[in-house]
């Protein structure tokens, strides 16, 4: 065989490779999306209408009638899932299978016009989705997105359950349940244990109940707090956030501090100590979260930044320490820091000892080599107390 024929070396594998399930997913997101929607929309209305206009089943089982809930609590189920199913999120896939699936389940069971309809379509998005499911596991199972996820399809799973336990226990109630909405009643009323009015009959019904109530209690209460944490969590943000703001607001005669280096956090540290307020800037989130926990006043930001600086107080600071990892981050912090405040005493760290007379230049004040300076006390160790010093204590050169 030939360099020529397919497949004959990798170069020419790569060049016919196929893209990826995850570039198609990533391609193909909004079409996935809106047909998981569409689908459920349409399992909705088909739910709906299949309780509201009564048409003979095809054949007669114990699960007959039984559809109208499934085909519609499978709607909304797949109208949650449709906005996280573009993101390749493997549960928001998996509960897209899994819901067609019991659809077509009660077709199969109880069929008649709209359940077969409802059949049709979810086998269509099966046919649509499953060609993709390679582009499932993106991302982790576990995950404040996920568990959203599944903690809403537990609740629509439980609603289900208790519509049609009650619906076929509906006898050994009393009065009797009977019908798709007493028995939604039903079930939103006892696991709001607010009191159904309904009274078991049976040890049968009476282990539903309580099973119904330990499952749906959990459940909905698991769904309360998993919802609305991520509003209640960006509300205590905003209020950190002006809390931090009207601290800032009431800093007077402080030192900023540019960076989150090493040498910027020693000499937050030794101002601290000092009895002198400061306040950090950097725009690594993380350091600052770091810092602040640490018990320094932080703010997330960029030192050459005008807004930034100024959100800090810089028009009312005694003076601005620029010791940032970065020489030109220094320099443009030291220029627009001058730009704003041309009386500030400005401070610039080089990581460069050449770089010295550049940070002078741009306005800063003092201008000092970290590394400079570190040499001079190691040597003035090195050579013992007999060395000459000069009045800052470094040895003289």
Not at 156 to 169: D, E, H, P, R, T
Not at 247 to 261: F, K, R, T, Y
Not at 305 to 328: C, F, K, M, Q, Y
């Amino acid at each position: 065989m030939t360099s020529e024929e397919p497949g004959a070396g990798s170069g020419s594998t790569d060049e016919i490779a196929p893209p990826s399930f995850r570039t198609l997913v990533r391609e193909r997101g909004r079409t996935l999306t809106f047909a998981t929607a569409g689908t459920g929309f349409f399992l909705v209305i088909m739910g709906f209408l299949s309780a509201i206009l009564v048409t003979p089943d095809f054949y007669r089982d114990s699960l007959a009638g039984y559809d109208p809930p499934v085909d519609a609590l499978m709607g909304v189920l797949l109208l949650a899932l449709s906005f996280r199913i573009g993101e390749q999120s493997i549960v928001a896939w998996f509960f897209s299978l899994l819901a067609p699936i019991l659809t077509v389940l009660i077709a199969v069971f109880s069929p008649n016009v709209f359940s077969l309809a409802s059949a049709v379509a979810a086998t269509a998005l099966v046919a649509l989705i499953l060609p993709y499911r390679g582009g499932l596991y993106r991302g982790p199972i576990t995950g404040p997105a996920s568990t959203q996820l599944m903690v809403m399809v537990a609740a629509i799973l439980s609603l289900l359950f208790g519509m049609v336990g009650a619906q076929y226990l509906g006898d050994q109630f009393s009065p009797s349940v009977h019908g798709w909405s007493t028995s939604l009643y039903f079930t939103i009323t006892t696991i709001s244990t607010n009191g159904s009015g309904f009274s078991p009959t049976s040890d049968g019904a009476r282990y539903f109940v309580v099973v119904l109530i330990l499952l749906g209690v959990g459940t909905f209460l698991s769904a309360v707090v998993v919802l609305f944490q991520p509003f209640l969590e960006r509300r205590l943000e905003r209020i950190a956030q002006r809390l931090q703001r009207a601290q800032m607001e009431e800093l007077n005669d402080h030192i900023i501090v540019c960076g989150a280096s090493t040498t910027a956090r020693a000499a937050a540290e030794a101002l601290r100590d000092s009895g002198v307020a400061a306040v950090i800037l950097s725009p690594d989130a993380r350091a600052v979260e770091r810092l602040r926990a640490e018990g320094f006043a932080t703010e997330l930001g960029e030192s050459s930044s005008e807004d930034d600086l100024r959100a800090v107080g810089i028009t009312r600071a005694r003076a601005l320490v620029a010791a940032d990892d970065s020489d030109a981050e220094n320099l443009l912090t030291v220029i627009t820091a001058r730009g704003i405040e041309g009386r500030l005493r400005i401070v610039a760290v080089a990581t460069i000892p050449g770089n010295v007379s550049k940070l002078r230049k741009a306005g800063a004040n003092e201008a000092i080599s970290a590394i400079a300076v570190a040499a001079k006390l190691v040597s003035a160790a090195a050579l013992g107390p007999s060395a000459p010093r000069d009045r800052a204590g470094l040895m003289r050169t």
